[in-house]
């Protein structure tokens, strides 16, 4: 694959990332802040979990966009994004079983490993 496909297929990837993963819980934060605990709640975890979640996540996309990050920070980062989803898999399958809910996790979970996969430190042209 040459580097132009790569970078393009990081950019894509790291984009959707960055989206699902900050842009989305920090607008819920500022604009509709009711709406933040709706998804843990559900799932039976305690209020200050879903603010501690959206600090992380977005701490975890800081470190995985901005570029002089150092690599051992962007692979934990990457690795606690990463959990996140899983466990996200893992409590909608014994809590409320909703298959969109599971699918989602796991779709983002692939896209959050092309991103790793094809981030440019590891192709280096």
Request: one cysteine or more; a positive charge; aromatic letters at 16%.
């Given at each position: 694959?040459?580097?132009?496909?790569?970078?393009?297929?990081?950019?894509?990837?790291?984009?959707?990332?960055?989206?699902?993963?900050?842009?989305?819980?920090?607008?819920?934060?500022?604009?509709?802040?009711?709406?933040?605990?709706?998804?843990?709640?559900a799932l039976n975890y305690p209020d200050y979990f879903a603010?501690?979640?959206?600090?992380?996540?977005?701490?975890?996309?800081?470190?995985?966009?901005?570029?002089?990050?150092?690599?051992?920070?962007?692979?934990?980062?990457?690795?606690?994004?990463?959990?996140?989803?899983?466990?996200?898999?893992?409590?909608?399958?014994?809590?409320?079983?909703?298959?969109?809910y599971m699918l989602m996790t796991i779709v983002f979970l692939?896209?959050?490993?092309?991103?790793?996969i094809y981030q440019p430190s590891k192709h280096l042209s």
């Amino acid at each position: 694959m040459n580097s132009k496909s790569t970078k393009i297929i990081y950019w894509v990837a790291t984009i959707i990332i960055v989206l699902m993963e900050a842009v989305m819980p920090i607008g819920t934060w500022l604009f509709a802040p009711q709406y933040i605990t709706e998804g843990t709640k559900a799932l039976n975890y305690p209020d200050y979990f879903a603010y501690a979640l959206i600090i992380a996540k977005v701490l975890g996309v800081i470190a995985i966009v901005y570029p002089n990050t150092p690599k051992n920070v962007k692979e934990w980062a990457y690795a606690g994004l990463g959990f996140t989803l899983i466990f996200a898999f893992i409590s909608h399958a014994c809590v409320d079983k909703n298959i969109g809910y599971m699918l989602m996790t796991i779709v983002f979970l692939g896209i959050l490993a092309a991103s790793y996969i094809y981030q440019p430190s590891k192709h280096l042209s």
